[in-house]
């Protein structure tokens, strides 16, 4: 059975960072793109950031470039987002997905966890 498990959530103020963690098991994801989206209250998921489990390819939403970064641990089988320099509009909760292709259209990830809260306060 397939499972993402994110943690690292939480309160933070403008300007303060976080580190999410999304734990994977059930699978081998060589073939995988990792990705991280989001959805605030209210409004539709969007699309963060993607990773490509072999190679590392990263991509970014443009809001994010510059102060988010994606990484994977291929040991660990876990897939991090560092978030630097938050902004009350990144206040939503963040989901890790596992997909085929490296696009940014959440119908294309098939394997999701079950999401982490980041509230970030101004």
């Known amino acids: 059975q397939v499972q993402l498990v994110e943690s690292g959530g939480g309160l933070v103020q403008t300007g303060g960072s976080l580190r999410l963690s999304c734990a994977l098991s059930g699978r081998t994801f060589s073939s995988y793109t990792m990705g991280w989206f989001r959805q605030a209250p209210g409004k539709e998921r969007e699309f963060v950031a993607a990773i490509k489990w072999t190679g590392g390819s990263t991509y970014y939403r443009n809001s994010v470039k510059g102060r988010f970064t994606i990484s994977r641990d291929i040991a660990k089988n876990a897939v991090y987002l560092q978030m630097n320099s938050l902004k009350p509009e990144d206040t939503a909760d963040y989901y890790c997905?596992?997909?085929?292709?490296?696009?940014?259209?959440?119908?294309?990830?098939?394997?999701w966890g079950q999401g982490t809260q980041v509230t970030v306060s101004s």
């Open positions: 997905a596992a997909g085929i292709a490296a696009t940014y259209d959440s119908g294309d990830y098939y394997y």
